[in-house]
């Protein structure tokens, strides 16, 4: 005998109606309409990555209370789930299958900050249809029908800070980052544009070192031999976590000013400068779509508003807690205009879904899941801040698939029907299936 294949949408009218069949009430179909909106919160509180991640647990958690606040939404509360994946990335895929499968079971899980952790949880919420809103910068070449990706794609962060220091004169790129995918495929795509711009492959130095990485003293020394050539330098860097702490360190220990070599990162923001001191790095800068510094209203308010939850007037903001902040309130206005928090109807109506960013304007949802976001340069101050010395006109809409990779530039993703594709091949209009143009 065949087995039934219902979709999701039919299942649920199905049970619907054979709870009418078996006597269930009006009334306890009404409580069940009643019962808590569930989400998962899926960052680490402890290990390497707990120095950027608690903090994102933290806002989630004042953004569902201001939500509640408000009234809930559909007329329920919000219940956060919080778990704590503590830095290991097949601990993050377990904590995704019991978030979205456990007794607990959520709506939507909003987490994780590394390349790789996110690659664990990517199979589990494609297997159980949960919805992932990722909020951290990434090396794009991917594309899935269960992950909003509110961080930013390289064309919306790397490929222009690349761009803005060929236009300060620098001639030579010490790329140095942690060894996962994030930094190893934006190097790729990094290498690849050099080298179309007439880089040659002598003045491209490429170093990895493990995630919580803390002896830097023989590798700064390497990028201060490689800077000396009589060439202007700068090191771009895809360090994560607290490895970052020691670098910097090291770089002020060994007197490598921003003047002789700047460093332009890529993970590093307000958060991770708290813990350093932040004197000899003045004019080092980072690449994001925000900074705390922006001078908006709306920045102005979330700033008073996340202070008087952390009830500390030092608690700072940073990128990835604007990206939650728009991934969040995308993921409101869309069960509201899907009327349920079911996933399906929820992804269907989250393209297009355009809510306020903190910058003061505001970022779309596009057909790849990727948003629009502005580009941002920002220099590091004596206290710890970041000054904008340059922003894009315009926002970016992120793009899934480099065009400076062969394999992937003339791949778009559009999950609308009919095309419901993350890798079409606009050359042949094909949907192509299989794995990632660029792996780990």
């Given at each position: 005998?065949?087995?039934?294949?219902?979709?999701?949408?039919?299942?649920?009218?199905?049970?619907?109606?054979?709870?009418?069949?078996?006597?269930?009430?009006?009334?306890?179909?009404?409580?069940?309409?009643?019962?808590?909106?569930?989400?998962?919160?899926?960052?680490?509180?402890?290990?390497?990555?707990?120095?950027?991640?608690?903090?994102?647990?933290?806002?989630?958690?004042?953004?569902?209370?201001?939500?509640?606040?408000?009234?809930?939404?559909?007329?329920?509360?919000?219940?956060?789930?919080?778990?704590?994946?503590?830095?290991?990335?097949?601990?993050?895929?377990?904590?995704?299958?019991?978030?979205?499968?456990?007794?607990?079971?959520?709506?939507?899980?909003?987490?994780?900050?590394?390349?790789?952790?996110?690659?664990?949880?990517?199979?589990?919420?494609?297997?159980?249809?949960?919805?992932?809103?990722?909020p951290v910068q990434y090396e794009g070449e991917e594309s899935s029908d269960n992950?909003?990706?509110?961080?930013?794609?390289?064309?919306?962060?790397?490929?222009?800070?690349?761009?803005?220091?060929?236009?300060?004169?620098?001639?030579?790129?010490?790329?140095?980052g942690t060894d996962y995918v994030y930094p190893r495929t934006t190097n790729k795509i990094l290498e690849a544009w050099l080298k179309d711009q007439g880089v040659s492959d002598d003045d491209i130095m490429v170093n990895y070192t493990p995630f919580g990485h803390s002896d830097w003293q023989s590798i700064v020394s390497s990028i201060a031999s490689f800077g000396g050539q009589g060439k202007k330098t700068?090191?771009?860097?895809?360090?994560?976590?607290?490895?970052?702490?020691?670098?910097?360190?090291?770089?002020?220990?060994?007197?490598?000013?921003?003047?002789?070599?700047?460093?332009?990162?890529?993970?590093?923001?307000?958060?991770?400068?708290?813990?350093?001191?932040?004197?000899?790095?003045?004019?080092?800068?980072?690449?994001?779509?925000?900074?705390m510094s922006v001078d908006s209203d709306a920045n102005f308010d979330f700033i008073d508003s996340w202070l008087a939850y952390k009830g500390d007037d030092s608690a700072v903001t940073n990128d990835p807690m604007e990206a939650h902040y728009i991934g969040f309130n995308m993921w409101v206005e869309a069960v509201k205009k899907a009327g349920t928090p079911e996933v399906d109807a929820v992804r269907d109506a989250i393209i297009g879904v355009t809510v306020p960013n903190l910058s003061g304007g505001s970022s779309a949802m596009m057909p790849n899941h990727h948003i629009t976001k502005p580009v941002m340069i920002g220099e590091i101050q004596n206290d710890g801040q970041f000054s904008v010395v340059w922003q894009t006109p315009s926002n970016i809409a992120g793009d899934a698939w480099s065009d400076y990779l062969p394999d992937s530039r003339n791949l778009i993703s559009d999950w609308r029907a009919p095309l419901h594709c993350g890798r079409l091949n606009v050359a042949s209009m094909t949907c192509e299936d299989g794995e990632p143009a660029v792996s780990q």
């Amino acid at each position: 005998m065949g087995s039934l294949s219902l979709s999701r949408p039919l299942l649920m009218g199905a049970l619907l109606s054979a709870g009418a069949a078996l006597g269930l009430s009006d009334d306890a179909r009404a409580e069940a309409d009643r019962d808590p909106i569930r989400v998962g919160i899926l960052h680490s509180l402890s290990g390497t990555m707990a120095i950027s991640e608690s903090t994102l647990k933290d806002e989630m958690l004042m953004l569902i209370e201001q939500q509640n606040e408000r009234g809930g939404l559909l007329g329920r509360q919000l219940e956060p789930v919080v778990v704590d994946p503590a830095s290991d990335w097949p601990l993050f895929a377990e904590q995704a299958r019991d978030l979205l499968s456990g007794d607990d079971r959520v709506d939507v899980i909003f987490g994780n900050w590394t390349s790789a952790s996110r690659k664990a949880v990517l199979p589990v919420v494609e297997e159980l249809n949960g919805l992932l809103f990722y909020p951290v910068q990434y090396e794009g070449e991917e594309s899935s029908d269960n992950i909003f990706y509110t961080g930013a794609a390289p064309n919306q962060q790397a490929i222009p800070a690349v761009e803005y220091l060929r236009e300060q004169g620098v001639e030579r790129w010490a790329l140095v980052g942690t060894d996962y995918v994030y930094p190893r495929t934006t190097n790729k795509i990094l290498e690849a544009w050099l080298k179309d711009q007439g880089v040659s492959d002598d003045d491209i130095m490429v170093n990895y070192t493990p995630f919580g990485h803390s002896d830097w003293q023989s590798i700064v020394s390497s990028i201060a031999s490689f800077g000396g050539q009589g060439k202007k330098t700068a090191v771009i860097s895809t360090i994560n976590g607290d490895a970052n702490v020691p670098f910097y360190r090291e770089l002020a220990n060994q007197g490598i000013s921003a003047s002789d070599i700047p460093v332009m990162a890529f993970s590093v923001g307000e958060q991770e400068l708290t813990g350093i001191d932040t004197a000899p790095l003045v004019g080092h800068m980072a690449a994001w779509n925000y900074f705390m510094s922006v001078d908006s209203d709306a920045n102005f308010d979330f700033i008073d508003s996340w202070l008087a939850y952390k009830g500390d007037d030092s608690a700072v903001t940073n990128d990835p807690m604007e990206a939650h902040y728009i991934g969040f309130n995308m993921w409101v206005e869309a069960v509201k205009k899907a009327g349920t928090p079911e996933v399906d109807a929820v992804r269907d109506a989250i393209i297009g879904v355009t809510v306020p960013n903190l910058s003061g304007g505001s970022s779309a949802m596009m057909p790849n899941h990727h948003i629009t976001k502005p580009v941002m340069i920002g220099e590091i101050q004596n206290d710890g801040q970041f000054s904008v010395v340059w922003q894009t006109p315009s926002n970016i809409a992120g793009d899934a698939w480099s065009d400076y990779l062969p394999d992937s530039r003339n791949l778009i993703s559009d999950w609308r029907a009919p095309l419901h594709c993350g890798r079409l091949n606009v050359a042949s209009m094909t949907c192509e299936d299989g794995e990632p143009a660029v792996s780990q």
